[in-house]
Nanobody, 113 residues
């Protein structure tokens, strides 16, 4: 069965960095689009970044230039490098196959001084 397992969340001060990982299994990782979403308390889940099988990348406007998505097909893992973190980046971050076909369990990111 499909499994998506996120890791790398935590607490960091404003301006800090975190790298999220999502280990995938149970499907052909090489040919699927992969995405990162986030959901802050009281808000809807929103798309943060996406990467297609041909490595086309898109970002939400408020993370452009700070967040970077990448994938390692050999490891079936997608990453989200998050730099210059802001308090408003605080949320649970979810990895998804495609745009919501399957979801990981989420990993909490808290940005606070």
């Amino acid at each position: 069965q499909v499994q998506l397992v996120e890791s790398g969340g935590g607490s960091v001060q404003p301006g800090g960095s975190l790298r999220l990982s999502c280990a995938a299994s149970g499907f052909n990782f090489r040919i699927d689009d992969m995405t990162w979403y986030r959901q802050a308390p009281g808000r809807e889940r929103e798309l943060v970044a996406s990467i297609t099988s041909d490595l086309t990348i898109r970002y939400a406007d408020d993370v452009k230039g700070r967040f970077f998505i990448s994938k390692d097909n050999a490891k079936s893992t997608v990453y989200l490098q998050m730099n210059s973190l802001k308090p408003e980046d605080t949320a649970v971050y979810y990895c998804s196959r495609g745009h919501g076909l399957q979801w990981g369990q989420g990993t909490q990111v808290t940005v606070s001084s």
